[in-house]
C-alpha cells in the first residue's frame, strides 16, 4: 500500500501537463474533470495510506520510497525518494483532503472566468509541488516543492493579470519570500558542508552525532532555516506580502494563502525539529517570533474594512500559534492546529467568496450586512468556522487545539509565562476580529443587495470543512473534558514528547478557564462595539490619537512604510547611481570585443570557391609545416 | 556484412522500382522498409561480432553502434524528405536513391579499419551528397551548393589521398591496426615523410568534419543545400567522419603524437571560436545552424583529444545528442519550407509561435539543447565532454569551450527571441482557410526527436550503457 505514495503527487502533475497542454481545447466540462478528479484520486491514496498507516504501520513508523537518483556527483547523491511518517502522512492527508474540497468548490466559482483551465493547471501544479515538499525525503527535493509552491503562489496571485495591481502584489509575494528563501539556501548549503548529506533523516542523525547542544553551527543553520521559514509562512518580520496576496482567486487564498503553503514553514521546523532541539536559542526565536506575530497580525485585523484581508491578518496570526508551539517544543500541538486551522480557515475564505460572488464582488465588511437571511446556510457554516477561530469553549476544534498550544506554553520547559500570556491576549485579539466580521457581515440591515447564490459544488464543501471545524477537535481533548489523546500519540510516532517544567500553580483546567475568559471579553466587546453601540467604534477612532493607532494598525504597523524607507528606496537609488559603474564596462567591453572580432572573421566568408581552396591549402600547409618543425 | 548488404540491396531496389514505375509514395516506403530492415538487422548480427571481414572492414560493436546511429538519422531524413519533395515540382524519387547511397558509404566508414575502406566509403558518401546538394537543379542555391561541394570536397580527397601515400610508403601497410603495431614497434620509418602524411590526411578529415580551416564552405553548402539534405550533412556525414576519425587515432595511437596533438589542438580551439563569432550576427537560420555545427564540431574535438575511453564515450555519447537536435534543428526548416524556397532567413521565424506554437516549442527545445540548457539532451553530452576534458586535465581547451558557449547561446537566443516576438502586424495577412497543413510525417518525427531530445537529458542511462558497451569494443592504443 505504502508503495503507492509517488502517485499522490504524480496525479496531480499529470493532469496540470494536460490541463497546461490541452486546456484551452477542452471543454468547459472536461476542465474540472481533470482538475479535480485528479486532486480526488490523490485524497483516496493519501485516505488509503492513513488507514494503513493506523491499521499496521510499517516497521520503525516510517517507510521510503526510492523512485531513482537524479545525480551521483562526488558524493552528493540526491533522491527522488518519498519519505512517510506520521508527520508527512498527516499533512499529506490534510492538504489533499482539503485540497479537493476546494478545487470542488472552484469548479463553480470559476466557472465563469476565461482562464478556467488556466486556473486549475496552477492549482494543480500547486497541490503536487506541496505533496513533494511534504513527502521529499531529502532537503533537496523539499527545495523543489518549497520553490515550486512559490512559483504557484505567484502565478495565482496574479492569475488576473490584466490589473497590474494584481500582478505587483504578485511580485512583492515572490520577492518577499524570495529574502526567506535565500536564507534557507545558505542553510542547506552550511548543513550540506559540514554534515555531508541532505537526506533528512541522515542529517539529523549526524547533527546529533556531531553538534553539541547550542553549537554556533547548529543555531546558524537553525536560524537560517528559521529565515526561511519565516518568510514562506508570513511570520514577523516578512508577512507583509500575504495581505496583499489576496488579490488572487479566492479559492486560491483557501487553498494556498491559509490551509497549506503557508503552513510549510511550520511543516519544515517540525521536520528538522532535532536540529532545533540542538540550538535552544534558535528554538526560543521561533517561539518570540510566534508571539510577536500573533500579537501584531490580530491588532491589523482588527482595523481592517476588507474581508479577506481581515482573514489574512488571522491566518498570520493562527500561524503564529503554531510558531509559537513550535518554539516551546509543543511538536504534536502544532501540527493539531495546523489541521484544525486548515480545516476552519479554508471554510472562512470560501464563505468569504460566497459573500463576494454574491455581493458583486464587494470586500468591504461596512457595504454588507444582514446577510444571516439572505445567505442562511453560508452564515452558518461561516459561524462554525468563525467560532473555531475564535475558540468557542467546548464544542469547537479551534478551542481544544489553540487551548492546547496555550497549556503547552506554560506547561513545557521551554515555555514561560509571557509567552502565556502573550497567547491569551491573543484570543482576545481573534475572538473580537472575528465576531467584528460576523456581527457587522451578518446582521445589521442589508446594505448590499444579494444577486447571485451559490450552488451545490460551491456549499458541499463548505458544510463539509464546517463540520470538521467542529468535530475536528475531538481528537485530542485534555484530560479533564473526557481525556481522548489520539491525536498526540499518533504525532508522537514521528515527533518527541515535549518536556514538561515546573506547572508553578497553573492546571490546565485554570489555563483553559482563562482562555474562556478571554474569548467571552473579545465576543463581549465585538457585541458592545459592532451590535448594541455601532457609533461608538466610530467614536474610537475619533481622537487624534485613535485615528493615529487606527492607521498605524490598518497599515501593519507600518511595516510596509518602513520597508519603503529602509530598502526599497535606498536600493532603486543606489541602482541609479551606479548605473553606468566600472564593472559593466567590463561586461560591455567584452560584448563589444566580441562583435568587433566578429566583423573581422566575417570578411572570411567571401562565398568565393578559390578563397575557400587557398584556406584549405594555407591549413594543410601550416599543419604540415608544425609537424615538421615542431 | 548483413546490414551491409540490405542498404545496398535497398538502393537497387529503389532504383529498379524507380525505373518500373514512378510513385513517390512507393520510393520513400522501400526505401524505409530497407532502412529499418538494416537496423533491425544489427541485431541479428550482433551476437557474431567482433568480425574481421577481409582486411578492409571491422564489424564490431563500435562499428554496430554508430551504424545504427546513421540508419536511424538516414531514416529520419527520409521521412523529413518526404514531406519537403511532396511540395517540390520535377522527379522526385531518385533522391532516395542517392540517401541510401549515401548512407552506405557513411557504414562503409564507420567499419572501416583500413585506407581503402576508408577511401572508399568516403568517396561513396561524397559523390552521392554533390548530386544530393544540388537535387533540386531549377534553383540556382542548391546548384551552386553543389558545384562548391565537388569541388572543395575532391581537392580536400587529393590531400588524403596524398597523405595516406605518404605513410603508405613509409609504412607499407594501410590496416589500422598494423599502422599501430608498426609505430610503437619501433619500426624504422621517417619522421618527414611520415607526419606530413598525418597531416595532410587531417586535412581531408577536417574537410569532411568542417572544422577550421577547412569550414568555409559549410554555410555556402548548408545555405543552398534543400533542408533535408543539409540536415543529412551535418549529422550523418558528419558523425560516420568522427567515429572513424576515433577508431583510426585511437586504434593507431597517432594522437599521442606531440605534434598531431598540436594542430588538433589549433584546430578545436579556432573552430569553436570562429563558428562561434561568425554566427554572432546572421540573419539566415540554416547559416547560424552550420556555423554552429563548426563550433560543436570544435566541442567535440575536445574530448577527442583527452583520449581513454572515457573521451570516446563522451564523443560518441554528444554524437547522439547533436544528431538528435541538429535532425530536429533542421527537420522545422524542413517542414516550414514550401515549393518556392526554404524557410532560412530570421524573418520566417518571426512570431512563430503565435501561428505555430508546437512547432516553435519544438524549435525552442532543439535550440536550448544546442545552447547546451539543463533537462535536454544537449547539456548531458556537454557535460560528459567538459568531464572527459578535465580528466586530462585540458584547461585551456575546457576554458575556450566554456567562453564560447556563452557567446553561443547569444545567436541560439536571438533566434528564440524572433521565435516569441509578437506577430508582426504590417507583413502580410495569414493566407486565407489557416496555414497550410504541415506534413504529417515529418510532424510524428519531429514530436519523437523532442521526445527523446528530453528523455535522454533527464534520464541518459539507457543511452550511455549502450555508448560504453560500443565503446568497450574499440581496441584502444
Redesign the interface.
Known amino acids: 500500500m505504502f508503495h503507492l505514495v509517488w502517485l499522490i503527487p504524480a496525479f496531480p502533475i499529470a493532469s496540470f501537463l494536460v490541463l497546461a497542454i490541452f486546456g484551452t481545447r477542452l471543454s468547459k466540462k472536461a476542465v474540472p474533470l481533470f482538475g479535480v478528479g485528479s486532486i480526488a484520486l490523490s485524497a483516496v491514496v493519501s485516505i488509503l495510506i492513513m488507514f494503513r498507516f493506523l491499521t499496521s504501520p510499517p516497521p520503525g513508523n516510517h517507510y521510503t520510497q526510492i523512485l531513482?537518483t537524479w545525480v551521483d556527483v562526488g558524493g552528493f547523491k540526491p533522491q527522488i525518494a518519498f519519505y512517510l511518517d506520521a508527520l508527512s502522512v498527516l499533512m499529506t492527508l490534510v492538504v489533499t483532503c482539503v485540497g479537493f474540497l476546494i478545487h470542488l468548490y472552484s469548479a463553480e466559482f470559476m466557472q465563469e472566468d476565461e482562464g478556467y483551465s488556466r486556473f486549475f493547471a496552477y492549482m494543480n501544479l500547486f497541490v503536487a509541488s506541496m505533496c513533494t515538499l511534504l513527502l521529499g525525503n531529502n532537503l533537496l527535493l523539499l527545495f523543489l516543492g518549497w520553490e515550486g509552491v512559490g512559483l504557484c503562489s505567484y502565478l495565482l496571485i496574479g492569475f488576473w493579470y490584466r490589473d497590474p495591481a494584481n500582478g505587483l502584489a504578485a511580485r512583492k509575494a515572490f520577492i518577499v519570500t524570495r529574502v526567506g528563501d535565500t536564507a534557507m539556501t545558505m542553510g542547506l548549503f552550511l548543513l550540506f558542508d559540514k554534515l555531508g548529506t541532505l537526506q533528512i533523516q541522515d542529517l539529523m542523525h549526524q547533527a546529533l552525532l556531531h553538534w553539541a547542544v547550542g553549537s554556533p553551527y547548529a543555531v546558524a543553520a537553525a536560524l537560517l532555516l528559521l529565515g526561511g521559514a519565516v518568510g514562506k509562512s508570513a511570520q514577523l518580520p516578512l508577512q507583509t506580502w500575504l495581505p496583499d496576496a489576496m488579490a488572487g482567486p479566492t479559492p486560491t487564498s483557501a487553498l494556498i494563502h491559509a490551509a497549506t503553503m503557508v503552513t510549510a514553514g511550520v511543516y519544515l521546523i517540525a521536520r528538522t525539529h532535532i536540529l532545533f532541539s540542538l540550538a535552544p536559542s534558535a528554538q526560543f526565536a521561533v517561539a518570540v517570533v510566534g508571539a510577536a506575530t500573533l500579537i501584531l497580525a490580530g491588532f491589523s485585523a482588527l482595523t481592517q474594512p476588507d474581508i479577506k484581508r481581515i482573514l489574512a491578518y488571522s491566518t498570520i496570526s493562527q500561524i503564529g500559534y503554531m510558531f509559537l508551539a513550535l518554539g516551546v517544543g509543543a511538536w504534536s500541538a502544532a501540527l493539531f492546529h495546523f489541521m484544525t486551522h486548515a480545516f476552519f480557515k479554508a471554510l472562512l475564505f470560501l464563505g468569504a467568496g460566497v459573500i463576494i460572488e454574491s455581493l458583486h464582488h464587494e470586500h468591504n465588511i461596512f457595504k454588507m450586512g444582514g446577510l444571516r437571511k439572505e445567505l442562511p446556510l453560508a452564515f452558518w457554516t461561516f459561524l462554525a468556522a468563525g467560532c473555531s477561530l475564535a475558540g468557542l469553549p467546548l464544542i469547537t476544534a479551534g478551542f481544544y487545539s489553540k487551548g492546547l498550544i496555550i497549556w503547552d506554553t506554560w506547561s513545557s520547559a521551554q515555555g514561560s509565562h509571557v509567552l502565556w500570556f502573550a497567547a491569551v491576549i491573543g484570543v482576545l485579539l481573534t475572538s473580537l476580529y472575528t465576531f467584528r466580521l460576523i456581527f457587522v457581515v451578518f446582521f445589521g440591515e442589508v446594505k448590499t443587495p444579494v444577486h447571485k447564490r451559490p450552488g451545490l459544488r460551491m456549499m458541499v464543501p463548505c458544510v463539509i470543512l464546517a463540520v470538521l471545524s467542529v468535530v475536528g477537535g475531538f481528537l485530542d481533548t485534555p484530560p479533564f473534558l473526557g481525556g481522548v489523546h489520539s491525536f498526540t500519540d499518533f504525532m508522537h510516532l514521528a515527533l518527541p514528547v515535549m518536556t514538561e517544567g515546573p506547572a508553578g500553580g497553573m492546571t490546565e483546567i485554570l489555563s483553559e478557564s482563562f482562555v474562556t475568559l478571554a474569548f467571552l471579553v473579545g465576543l463581549y466587546l465585538a457585541y458592545f462595539f459592532y451590535v448594541q453601540k455601532r457609533e461608538y467604534a466610530e467614536k474610537l477612532t475619533a481622537p487624534a490619537i485613535g485615528k493615529a493607532l487606527h492607521q498605524f494598525w490598518l497599515s501593519d504597523w507600518g511595516m510596509d512604510w518602513l520597508y519603503e524607507r529602509v530598502f526599497v528606496r535606498p536600493i532603486i537609488w543606489i541602482a541609479r547611481v551606479d548605473k553606468q559603474d566600472f564593472v559593466d564596462n567590463i561586461y560591455s567591453g567584452m560584448a563589444l570585443l566580441?562583435?568587433f572580432?566578429?566583423r573581422g572573421?566575417?570578411k572570411?566568408?567571401t562565398?568565393r570557391?578559390r578563397?575557400?581552396?587557398a584556406?584549405?591549402?594555407?591549413?594543410?600547409i601550416?599543419?604540415?609545416a608544425?609537424?615538421?618543425f615542431? | 556484412m548483413l546490414p551491409l548488404l540490405i542498404v545496398t540491396a535497398a538502393a537497387v531496389v529503389v532504383m529498379l522500382a524507380i525505373s518500373i514505375k514512378r510513385s513517390h509514395l512507393l520510393a520513400v516506403w522501400l526505401t524505409l522498409v530497407g532502412l529499418a530492415a538494416a537496423f533491425f538487422s544489427l541485431w541479428i548480427v550482433a551476437p557474431l561480432t567482433p568480425i574481421q571481414v577481409t582486411p578492409l572492414l571491422i564489424v564490431d560493436g563500435y562499428a554496430l553502434f554508430y551504424m545504427g546511429l546513421i540508419l536511424a538519422a538516414t531514416f529520419v531524413t527520409v521521412i523529413l524528405a518526404y514531406g519537403y519533395l511532396e511540395n517540390q515540382s520535377g522527379y522526385r524519387e531518385e533522391l532516395y536513391v542517392l540517401i541510401l547511397v549515401a548512407a552506405l558509404g557513411s557504414v562503409v566508414l564507420v567499419a572501416s579499419s583500413h585506407f581503402v575502406s576508408f577511401f572508399l566509403g568516403l568517396e561513396v558518401l561524397s559523390v552521392a551528397l554533390y548530386a544530393m546538394s544540388a537535387y533540386l537543379c531549377a534553383r540556382k542555391p542548391p546548384l551552386e551548393a553543389g558545384l562548391k561541394y565537388l569541388v572543395l570536397a575532391a581537392a580536400s580527397a587529393a590531400f588524403l589521398l596524398f597523405g595516406m601515400a605518404l605513410v603508405y610508403a613509409q609504412l607499407g601497410t594501410m590496416q589500422f591496426g598494423q599502422i599501430a603495431a608498426m609505430l610503437s614497434g619501433g619500426a624504422c620509418y621517417s619522421k618527414a615523410l611520415l607526419l606530413p602524411g598525418i597531416a595532410l590526411i587531417i586535412t581531408g578529415i577536417g574537410f569532411k568534419l568542417a572544422v577550421v580551416p577547412f569550414h568555409m564552405w559549410t554555410p555556402d553548402v548548408y545555405e543552398g543545400a534543400p533542408a533535408p539534405v543539409t540536415a543529412f550533412i551535418a549529422t550523418v556525414s558528419k558523425g560516420a567522419m568522427v567515429a572513424l576519425l576515433l577508431r583510426y587515432f585511437y586504434e593507431t595511437g597517432m594522437q599521442h603524437l606531440g605534434s598531431v596533438f598540436l594542430v588538433f589542438s589549433i584546430i578545436a580551439i579556432a573552430s569553436m571560436i570562429a563558428g562561434n563569432l561568425l554566427a554572432l550576427f546572421q540573419n539566415n537560420v540554416k547559416r547560424i545552424l552550420a556555423y554552429s555545427s563548426i563550433a560543436h564540431l570544435g566541442y567535440v574535438l575536445v574530448a577527442f583529444l583527452a583520449g581513454g575511453t572515457r573521451a570516446a564515450e563522451a564523443v560518441t555519447f554528444y554524437l547522439v545528442a547533436y544528431f538528435i537536435t541538429t535532425l530536429g534543428a533542421f527537420g522545422v526548416v524542413s517542414v516550414l519550407s514550401n515549393g518556392e524556397r526554404d524557410a532560412d532567413v530570421l524573418d520566417d521565424y518571426r512570431g512563430l509561435f503565435w501561428r505555430r506554437p508546437v512547432l516553435a516549442g519544438i524549435f525552442t527545445l532543439m535550440l536550448l539543447s544546442l545552447a547546451g540548457i539543463p533537462l535536454t539532451a544537449g547539456f548531458v553530452g556537454k557535460f560528459f565532454l567538459v568531464a572527459a576534458g578535465a580528466s586530462s586535465a585540458l584547461w585551456g581547451l575546457i576554458f575556450t569551450l566554456i567562453v564560447t558557449s556563452v557567446i553561443g547561446l547569444f545567436y541560439y537566443l536571438r533566434i528564440l527571441v524572433a521565435l516569441y516576438a509578437p506577430p508582426a502586424e504590417t507583413g502580410e495577412a495569414a493566407p486565407a482557410g489557416g496555414l497550410p497543413a504541415l506534413s504529417r510525417g515529418g510532424s510524428y518525427v519531429l514530436a519523437a526527436l523532442s521526445v527523446l531530445l528530453v528523455w535522454v537529458g533527464v534520464y541518459p542511462a539507457p543511452i550511455l550503457d549502450a555508448v560504453q558497451r560500443a565503446v568497450s569494443t574499440l581496441r584502444l592504443f
Open positions: 531513482w566580441t562583435e572580432c566578429y572573421v566575417r572570411t566568408e562565398g570557391i578563397w575557400y581552396a584556406g584549405i591549402a594555407a591549413g594543410s601550416i599543419f604540415v608544425i609537424v615538421l615542431l
